[in-house]
């Protein structure tokens, strides 16, 4: 038998982990934490990982734990360690992403009573976690043993179901810290039996009728990764007339008989044609929308019906329309009924398509004639990032401007929309393109990329990673939302104007970086990018931070002319 | 009337903040604090700082705030934002550093609906605040701006009263957000008038009879900031035969009568002396003690009296020996005690000031045969730092090491030993100094040092910090405890060998910046980095990753022959 920690929690953590099919630990230096090091690093099937700054730790598990579709653990020693974790985890709360947070803590009796590194761990970030657990700092009988093998199992498989998200498991641990022995085996594995909800076949046929018998099924996809199954479900969905189905970048649903443009497409609604648009039954599905535009048209025209579909019944009502909480997964939902709905007579489909083409060709006709700014570096981005690999879109800017041009180039889109923070975007993709190994472009802006500086601060940088900066001087975003440009004396606080320069940053990690600030150079700068690089390589863009949200703001007028 | 937000809650923060003298709002950018950045921008009497990570804002305002005895203001924009405060509040809830953390908030109506930028805001951090309230987004009428006043008021007196600390105030906003109106004046100021607590007369008098009769006392100091009137109680305390005085560096209460060298000292205890230094009372007060040893030798010896002095009722069972918990300040303990406790016939003064000259001695002969290492780097740093000038020290290696000498040149010491994080060490100091305007120096590790690499992110940094990394590869304290050196091959789990230069860092920053490696370059160094300078200045100090922690052991055994 292997030496592993001779702290009983510690050592069947791992056992449990790797039992489980966890595969990966992504461990921040500390001493507390020592039995779990130990415990993690002695465990076979089970790689660690270390990532020193927690806040960018817990993000870099975040992006694993994304792409793999599996939790991985995070490891962290006692104290305001555990705070660090605190963004990572609100994001992976509501984006869904499985993390099992283990934190190493002082025996809760020292809680305090003037110990170093003790604070009140037990529960401290309960409010954004699936489950939080103490385990017994003792487990010397059985029926202490009994208790922290059945805690693990429960931890673990809540990761999981009944949708994914974050647990923390907090473990007290009494010195000495460093000992090790004989795996005592340990408690029984309770297996998770994997289940299925379907929608009762008399509640289907209504729902199917519904659909049938609608004019103007609106059909609103949230962020998520779908199957293929469910995709052609949706197509086939939206063959019928009096279906339309709307896409962002991160619902990747990507089809030419979608609207995948919302952003710019609902500009085309004018006072004719609006009672043509305006869905009669609206049917929701995934995580976040980005499109604050689409949420305030739902809202002010609040449809007749609104069915939420969602396993984890999430009850949001963000349109405050809901009708009907289906809570089975979209799968199941669009499996059971796309094929029974059959056509009504409707110009739906129509209608938007319509609307979807004339806004397309405005689009077209602006972008030839505007001048180098953040929408114009889109629109070259978009075509030069490689067919079929992955793109991360930090927040805000990049993930409101990729709604603005159809993607027909096989991406997948990811973005930290759960709580839409730019505190780790970048550690995001460098978790995320350290578990696929794929070719993957992180578009982010200025302050983002600088906010998150300690992203590449750990020793699992893939060299498939590309990052491009738009260095527009600090989130000018706010230049074109109503109100800001009012106070413009107040415009510093709202912005970010840092007088850092990405480059420099990018520099003290030795990252291969390039700078380009008009369109020549970013197509050149483009090709270098994508060149094959040893470690992650930066493309700094600069453009101007007047002439930017004034093209914007243009565009929006313009696609309305 | 001068213009301010047209949201109440807003308006009526700003106003009565700078009413109950508060003077500085540290703002990270947002846009959903729009109201709060328009409502203390405008107000009187409030300078508006902008600090953009908000991890780093919470520490560089929990700096000022130490500094200044006075509350700064926090303002962050709602979502994750609000979470990289948790590191620096748990802080300053266990250090007493008096903070008003408002954060901006969705309508609370709109959480967990699918907004951006909205988690569940209300009391998230409440296990490390004095008091957590949430103020009403609406407060049109009598009744909600009376409740909306009052808790205001409330907050802000919670962050000093009784004992300082972070109070969070959440305030949902609406839209439209930019609106301003004229100050409407609003809700009552409500006056904190302040009190303090005695002793009874009949319990100080017998106090001082057990003070008076006791053979062996010792007051043992935690971390503070104190009244030269105390220190002289103090002083005459320890001129009774019976009583000795022992002090840390963060103590700030240094006398040629105090023992001010415990981790060193108290190596000079033997089988023959331990009896003759053993107390029979121990009196502590203040707030953390860096001491790893003193507190292990307090818990084996377990005093028959232990009286903790702390207004704020803590309650510490620290030496799991606590007899009486005495719940005035220290301030006035002092005074109220010092001045009539009688000589008793006792050698315990003398007996600990024999060990203390020994061990001295010891010292300065094993300091002038050791190698250039983090020990001596730390004898020429205390020598060299400006006389009368602040020192912080980041946790955890400076923290220990400045424990082992003499403070005799007047300096104040600093380090976060609240939660003894090392996540924002730098951004404390740089606020600190912004604060004070003063000379002050930092002294950190490599690991802490590249940990808040956002601490020089803002507009606000002082000519007058220095900062000292010294470079050992990656925080070996862990190499001089028992244990990790027991599994080498796990080392770099415990130790942050981070393969990234300090320099790298300061200079993408523009950072005057030197680096040193022996003793030579060390003086020359110390000699640049305390000339003037524009900005704050950094010295790399490179020691050996396996010198420094041998010296220190063998400092130990050597101590004890």
Redesign the interface.
């Known amino acids: 038998m292997p030496k592993t920690s001779d702290h009983f929690a510690a050592a069947e953590l791992a056992r449990l982990c790797a039992a489980k099919g966890l595969r990966h630990a992504v ?1 921040s ?3 507390r934490s ?1 039995p779990l ?2 415990a993690f ?1 002695a465990q076979e099937g089970i790689q ?1 990982l ?1 990532v ?4 960018s730790a817990a993000f870099f598990a975040l992006g694993m734990a994304q792409q793999l579709h599996a939790p991985v653990v995070l490891i962290c020693t006692s ?3 555990v ?2 974790y ?2 990572a ?3 992976a709360f ?1 984006q869904r992403v499985p993390l099992l947070v283990i934190t190493a803590d002082r025996p809760e009796e020292w809680v ?9 761990q037990q ?2 970030l309960a ?2 976690m699936k489950r939080s657990v103490q385990l017994p700092r003792n487990a010397n009988d059985d029926l202490s043993r009994w208790h922290c093998g059945r805690l693990i199992n429960e931890a673990i498989d809540a990761t999981l179901l009944p949708v994914p998200g974050p647990v923390h498991v907090n473990v007290p641990f009494a010195e ?3 000992g ?1 022995s004989e795996a005592i085996g340990g408690t029984r594995f309770i297996a998770p039996v994997m289940t299925e909800s379907f929608i009762l076949p008399e509640h289907a046929r209504w729902l199917t009728g519904q659909l049938s018998a609608s004019k103007k099924v609106m059909v609103l996809a ?1 962020q998520g990764i779908w199957s293929d199954g469910m995709r052609k479900q949706l197509v086939q969905l939206a063959s019928l007339p009096q279906v339309t189905v709307m896409t962002e970048a991160t619902s990747n649903l990507d089809d030419a008989t979608f609207i995948t443009t919302i952003d710019r497409t609902i500009e085309g609604i004018t006072d004719d044609n609006e009672t043509d648009l305006k869905p009669d039954l609206l049917i929701t599905f995934g995580g ?3 499109s ?1 535009r689409i949420k305030g048209l739902l809202r002010n025209w609040k449809p007749a019906q609104h069915w939420n579909v969602d396993l984890g019944q ?1 009850h ?3 349109y405050q329309s809901l009708t009907h909480d289906i809570a089975v997964s979209p799968e199941v939902f669009f499996a059971q009924l796309s094929g029974s709905v059959i056509a009504s007579e409707s110009i739906y489909r129509d209608a938007w398509r319509m609307v979807d083409e004339r806004i397309a060709k405005a689009h077209e006709r602006i972008l030839v004639e505007a001048p180098f700014c953040d929408l114009v570096v889109f629109e070259q981005l978009l075509q030069r990032i490689p067919a079929n690999s992955d793109v991360h879109l930090a927040n ?1 800017t990049p993930a409101r401007y990729a709604q603005l041009f159809q993607r027909t180039r096989g991406q997948r889109w990811f973005s930290n ?1 759960g ?3 730019i ?1 780790g975007c970048t550690s995001t993709a460098v978790g995320a393109t350290f578990a696929t190994e794929k070719a993957t472009t992180l578009i982010t802006g200025d ?1 983002a990329f ?2 998150d ?2 992203a590449f ?1 750990n ?1 699992h940088l893939s060299p498939h990673l590309r990052i491009i900066v738009i260095d527009n001087g ?2 000018n975003i ?1 230049r074109y ?4 440009d ?2 413009a004396e ?1 415009l ?5 104007p ?3 320069d990405p480059m ?2 990018a ?3 030795d990252l291969p970086c390039y700078e380009v600030k008009d369109m020549a150079s970013l197509k050149a700068g483009l090709e270098q990018l994508y060149n094959a690089h040893e470690k992650p390589a930066v493309l700094v863009v600069r453009t101007d931070a007047e002439v930017s949200p004034k093209v914007l703001r243009e565009y929006f007028k313009k696609l309305k002319a």
């Open positions: 461990i230096p500390g001493s020592a090091v130990i690093n660690c270390q020193i700054d927690e806040r104290g305001s360690a705070l660090n605190g963004p985890i609100a994001e509501y305090d009573q003037g110990e170093g590194q003790a604070i009140r529960g401290v409010l954004h000495p810290l460093y090790t949230g976040a929308i980005v604050k999430r949001y009502d963000t805000s929309r709580t839409s923070g505190d302050t600088l906010y500086s300690n601060w020793e600090g989130g706010f939302i109503d109100g800001p009012k106070n107040l510093p606080w709202f912005e970010a840092h007088g850092r420099a940053l520099r003290s990690f």
